[in-house]
């Protein structure tokens, strides 16, 4: 009767290697503009406030204490970030199908997630990307995760019936699978790009992770590249190292190449 789909990474991806990159490029935007060092600031905000279920607005009001930020900054930085997540979000294809058939049946449609951006702002992104929800479940929200199973009590109350009513569809195996399993959901397991791509950390450092330490931004590059290259299952090479033809190469290659170098014009 009701279809679940976490968000990060199933609905939704970002464009970057790993989720935290685009606070690169969020720097690269507000340190000048508000005089400020944004990574020094941000990169470890969550974790120094020690607050498992924190939302954005703790975070950055412990931000804002730690390095003396006034009011008109903390609020300025907090709606840039907001703004940089729903700008560079975009919808994952093979999850937009799933949702827009579970709306096609008439099924209640929900999201789950573990996030510290509060369920209005989710809604609210997701509104924009083309998906409408029924009602949106936030860890940050309830004080509770679906890394422990917690946040499917609060869904289950919520939602009435029984669990077996509810199937839900995520990208994390413990969270979305694991968990859900236990509390006697329906799952499914939708491995995320990031998970289709490289088998391994080993594998991923062998291939990026020397040329992202050398600049943040190729995250981003690359990240959007493989969003599109991994778009659809049945499109999607087997192996990250070794593309199968031309359309591969020339989407994890040339195109970063080339745009990179576009903007070392532009600049």
Not at 42 to 54: C, K, P, Q, V, Y
Not at 180 to 199: D, G, H, M, N, Q
Not at 209 to 227: C, K, M, Q, T, Y
Request: contains cysteine.
């Amino acid at each position: 009767k009701i279809v679940s789909f976490d968000v990060f990474d199933t609905l939704l991806v970002r464009p970057a290697l790993q989720p935290r990159d685009i606070l690169h490029l969020l720097a690269r935007r507000v340190n000048a503009l508000y005089g400020v060092d944004f990574i020094r600031m941000r990169w470890d905000a969550e974790a120094e406030l020690g607050r498992i279920n924190a939302d954005i607005h703790e975070i950055y009001d412990f931000m804002a204490e730690k390095h003396g930020l006034d009011a008109r900054t903390r609020d300025a930085l907090l709606e840039e970030e907001v703004r940089c997540e729903t700008t560079l979000l975009s919808p994952r294809p093979d999850a937009k199908e799933l949702y827009d058939e579970a709306v096609r049946l008439g099924k209640r449609v929900i999201a789950v997630s573990d996030m510290y951006l509060p369920g209005e702002i989710i809604a609210d992104i997701l509104r924009r990307k083309g998906f409408s929800m029924d009602a949106v479940y936030v860890s940050c929200d309830c004080a509770a995760r679906k890394s422990d199973g917690a946040l499917y009590d609060v869904v289950l109350a919520g939602e009435g019936g029984e669990p077996s009513e509810i199937l839900h569809v995520g990208d994390n195996w413990e969270s979305d699978y694991v968990q859900a399993i236990r509390k006697r959901l329906t799952a499914v397991w939708l491995p995320s790009i990031r998970e289709r791509c490289f088998r391994n950390e080993q594998e991923y450092e062998y291939l990026f992770g020397e040329a992202v330490r050398r600049d943040p931004l190729w995250s981003i590059f690359l990240g959007f590249s493989l969003n599109r290259l991994y778009a659809r299952w049945a499109d999607s090479p087997e192996n990250i190292g070794v593309p199968e033809n031309l359309h591969h190469f020339s989407e994890l290659t040339l195109a970063p190449l080339l745009t990179a170098f576009g903007l070392f014009l532009a600049n």
